[in-house]
């Protein structure tokens, strides 16, 4: 909302001619931490992976329309609802879905700037990993939510907080474990603001999310399973996304401009800018 | 390099959309409609709609269901809401349907007391009826398995403008194109469950579909047509998407309409619409045809079982076998348990008591069988006219062994006897449903049979009001002086005088 949809592709073009360069690079075997886990941290491209497959570099992310690319579709509005994908809502949800769908300008919560949450925020820009805990960092358009994000996951063996006890956030509380050479991640604790997608996917403050990430040379792949019984019929699994180690001992995480929300009152028409 | 490499693209974009000067190969063509609905999108030029919903308002038709053989299936009124995804793939026709101008003649539910809601679903390889959209998951709703719809179901979602498209390209070197009355004309073959249908696909000027045709098997029609026509496109979307879609559709089969609608809006935006199937749809037990003989009197038996009975009456010959009704399978299982029951007698006679599809549509396994069609006068020359209609797509019984109807028309009266048993065909008079209609009466055992005049409701069933057909039907018991006691209906369940009497409220 903050930026021009020309910013958001050129940065999205940017993302993915690094990934290319970064895929360039070849396999590499899986490090390990001295506990003997699969070491995880490192600065990872490619967080957004559209289900539109294309070895063009900027079909997965600008959007156009009538096939060229001097005619860009004005809200990518085909294209980005059309993953067969979807978590199935109870049937007297599925209106409530469409109409925060056709009024995303005004229902998108990251549309005013706030957070994306879990699991939107999908899988982290680096992550840092010690024995005990891994810190989770973020940046936009990442995060979605605007605004550079981090999340801490507990990884020492505590349980959750009972439900009860927990107030609800936008990233819950994270506790993570490891299964074989797979990192668990198990989230409860939300509020029930933050939606799952950019179409209308809302859920409620039950909502249990799961999240495995496993490293496989310098490919991390990160899936989330979403159960929230209050309003879906099914657990959910989001498609995977798989992101590639930024093989430069010297990369860091850019820093992301501020969100200030100052479009919205100008919008004339439902299409999502 | 940046700027230089978007150029790059945009120049290639563009070349690639520029519509084909040179002759036109099939996917060229394909690839031109697609564009031309809007479908492709993003450099990556994918395929991009995969849900989709309109709303429409018009008219349905009941198909095979004409008051006199051989007019026009009759009308009802219709707000239609279909939400489809070519993905899954799974669609939802959610119609209400009314007569507001009070009864019209013919079958298929007329007259209605109150609109008539009515939501048939298929997704993948289900097909199902819902109370209420999303049935199934909600206590309350019901979700009624419909296993033999499902192709039906499947044909009509890819006969949608995307959906024959989208076949299209699937269809790969087998889809031709051609040209005819300067229209150009995609022709290829479906896949999966619907492999062995051919669909016909014209385009307009502007490159998007305006009549698609396919034919396949219907019991009575043989190789029927269904003819859709798309006209007046528009972008009828809420958010502008440039998707524009048909504002009117008429849908044909056996030359009449089935379908007329006026859509008011499209959303080809891929909105939110979901298919969950239901557990007791997913496993409801493949359909089976079940046929029960019930002994009503001395050689007379009830042969029930589905939801469309018959009558086998013995004479000391022969049999006559009232009504071979809905298709191949149900007649030929009617006539199994015939045979079984009436062991070395040959059905020589086949009463069939009205026109409707329902009705005919077994009538030829009893051709086949060689029994003589006892029927209406005005029924005869549609049921020769229809019957030479080719039956190659799915050939049944009497198409894989032809042989000539012998058919006997019934003006008013019709006695079938041989001393021992008597069978008495009236025609039925004041009838709304269907003209003519046969009724049959056994005196000897004081048995009516009779079709859709009175389709009692199920034990235990509130009473309803008062219908017209009922009344009328004991009003030509009483005009023939007929002495009924038990009442056959090839709908419901055996039922008495008293019974009839109580539902027009005659106590």
Same mark, same amino acid.
């Given at each position: 909302m ?5 910013g958001?592709?050129?940065?999205g073009?940017?993302?993915c001619?690094?990934?290319?360069s ?5 396999n ?6 001295a ?9 990872w491209i490619g967080?957004r992976?559209?289900f ?7 079909a997965?992310n ?6 060229t ?7 990518n ?6 993953d ?8 007297e949800?599925w209106?409530k879905?469409?109409k ?20 939107r ?18 940046m936009?358009p990442a995060a ?8 801490v ?10 439900l009860?006890d ?7 509380e994270?506790i ?6 797979t990192?668990v ?12 997608d ?13 999240e ?21 019929v099914?657990p959910w ?5 798989t992101?590639k180690?930024?093989?430069?001992? !010297? ?16 919008l004339?028409?439902?299409e999502?800018? | 390099m940046?700027?230089?490499r ?10 690639l959309?520029?519509?084909c ?6 996917a060229?063509?394909?690839k ?31 198909f ?5 053989p ?10 239609y ?7 899954v793939?799974a ?5 209400t ?7 019209i ?6 007259p209605l007391?109150?609109?008539?809601r ?8 289900? &097909? ?13 709703t ?12 499947l044909l009509q979602?890819?006969?949608?403008p995307f959906g ?17 009355? &300067?229209?150009?004309v ?5 896949s ?6 051919t669909?016909?696909a ?5 490159n ?8 396949t098997?219907?019991?009575v029609?043989?190789d029927m047509?269904?003819e ?17 879609f048909p504002?009117?559709?008429?849908q044909?089969?056996?030359g ?7 859509i008011?809006k ?9 298919f969950?199937?239901p ?13 029960e003989?019930?002994?009503?009197s001395?050689?007379v ?9 018959s ?8 049999v ?31 009463v ?31 049921y020769?006219?229809?019957w030479?209609?080719?039956h190659?797509?799915?050939?049944d019984?009497?198409?894989?062994a ?6 006997e ?5 019709r006695?079938?006897?041989?001393g021992t048993?008597t069978?008495?065909l009236?025609?039925l008079q ?10 049959g009466y056994l ?15 199920p034990p235990?069933?509130?009473p309803g ?5 009922n009344?009328n039907?004991?009003?030509?018991i !009483? ?5 009924v006691?038990?009442i056959?209906p ?5 039922m008495?005088i ?10």
């Amino acid at each position: 909302m903050k930026r021009t949809c020309l910013g958001c592709a050129l940065a999205g073009v940017v993302l993915c001619l690094i990934s290319v360069s970064a895929a360039a690079q070849g396999n590499q075997s899986t490090p390990r931490t001295a506990d003997g886990h699969p070491d995880l941290s490192g600065v990872w491209i490619g967080q957004r992976a559209p289900f539109v497959e294309s070895t063009d570099p900027l079909a997965q992310n600008l959007a156009s329309r009538d096939g060229t690319l001097l005619n860009f579709e004005r809200d990518n509005a085909m294209i980005r609802r059309s993953d067969p994908n979807k978590p199935m809502y109870k049937p007297e949800f599925w209106e409530k879905v469409q109409k925060l769908d056709q009024n995303g300008n005004t229902e998108d919560p990251s549309f005013g700037c706030k957070p994306a949450g879990v699991p939107r925020m999908g899988p982290p820009a680096q992550l840092v990993q010690t024995p005990k805990l891994m810190v989770f960092l973020y940046m936009s358009p990442a995060a979605e939510g605007w605004g550079d994000a981090y999340r801490v996951i507990m990884t020492d063996g505590r349980a959750h907080t009972p439900l009860d006890d927990l107030d609800g956030t936008w990233k819950g509380e994270s506790i993570g474990h490891w299964e074989g050479d797979t990192l668990v991640i198990d989230t409860i604790g939300f509020n029930d603001t933050s939606w799952l997608d950019i179409t209308g996917y809302f859920h409620s403050e039950n909502m249990h999310v799961i999240e495995r990430m496993h490293r496989d040379g310098d490919t991390l792949t990160w899936q989330a399973t979403v159960d929230d019984p209050d309003v879906l019929v099914k657990p959910w699994t989001m498609n995977t996304r798989t992101l590639k180690l930024n093989a430069d001992p !010297k990369a860091t995480l850019t820093e992301t401009l501020p969100c200030v929300e100052h479009d919205l009152s100008h919008l004339v028409t439902k299409e999502h800018h | 390099m940046m700027i230089r490499r978007f150029f790059c693209y945009s120049l290639i974009a563009g070349a690639l959309a520029a519509p084909c000067a040179r002759a036109q190969d099939a996917a060229t063509v394909i690839k031109n409609a697609e564009y031309a609905l809007g479908m492709i999108r993003g450099p990556q030029r994918i395929d991009a709609i995969n849900t989709l919903e309109y709303w429409g308002t018009g008219s349905t038709y009941a198909f095979g269901q004409a008051y006199h053989p051989g007019s026009a299936w009759p009308e009802f009124k219709a707000t239609y809401h279909a939400s489809l995804s070519y993905a899954v793939p799974a669609m939802r026709i959610d119609v209400t349907r009314s007569n507001p101008d009070g009864p019209i003649q013919g079958g298929g539910g007329l007259p209605l007391a109150s609109p008539q809601r009515q939501i048939q679903v298929v997704s993948g390889k289900f &097909g199902w009826n819902e109370s209420v959209p999303g049935a199934g998951f909600t206590a309350g709703t019901t979700a009624t398995p419909t296993s033999d719809a499902v192709n039906d179901r499947l044909l009509q979602l890819w006969m949608t403008p995307f959906g024959v498209l989208k076949m299209a390209v699937k269809a790969g070197a087998a889809a031709k194109v051609s040209t005819e009355g &300067g229209a150009t004309v995609i022709t290829f073959p479906l896949s999966g469950p619907l492999e062995g249908i051919t669909v016909k696909a014209t385009l307009n000027a502007k490159n998007q579909p305006e009549r698609v045709e396919t034919r396949t098997n219907d019991p009575v029609l043989g190789d029927m047509v269904t003819e859709t026509t798309y006209s007046d496109y528009k972008d009828l979307s809420e958010i502008t998407t440039d998707v524009p879609f048909p504002s009117h559709i008429v849908q044909k089969q056996g030359g009449f309409p089935v379908l007329d609608l006026t859509i008011t809006k499209a959303d080809t935006n891929n909105p939110y619409v979901v298919f969950p199937v239901p557990d007791n749809v997913e496993k409801a037990p493949p359909p089976a045809v079940k046929v029960e003989t019930q002994k009503v009197s001395e050689g007379v038996w009830y042969l029930t079982g589905g939801t469309h009975h018959s009558v086998a009456v013995e004479f000391k010959d022969y049999v006559a076998l009232v009504e071979c009704p809905l298709n191949d399978a149900r007649a030929l299982a009617v006539i199994d348990a015939v045979k079984k029951t009436v062991p070395h007698k040959p059905i020589r006679y086949a009463v069939n008591t009205h026109h409707h599809f329902d009705h005919l549509g077994g009538l030829r396994a009893c051709v086949a069988e060689g029994a003589t069609v006892v029927t209406g006068a005005e029924e005869k020359p549609y049921y020769e006219k229809v019957w030479a209609m080719p039956h190659t797509i799915s050939p049944d019984r009497l198409g894989k062994a032809p042989k000539k109807a012998v058919i006997e028309a019934v003006a008013e009266k019709r006695v079938l006897t041989d001393g021992t048993q008597t069978l008495e065909l009236y025609r039925l008079q004041g009838t709304n449903h269907a003209d003519p209609m046969l009724i049959g009466y056994l005196p000897k055992s004081k048995v009516l049979i009779e079709a859709d005049a009175y389709n009692p409701a199920p034990p235990n069933a509130a009473p309803g009001p008062v219908v017209k057909e009922n009344v009328n039907l004991y009003d030509n018991i !009483k005009r023939l002086n007929l002495d009924v006691q038990q009442i056959t209906p090839l709908h419901g369940r055996l039922m008495t005088i008293s019974d009839l009497r109580k539902a027009i409220g005659q106590n």
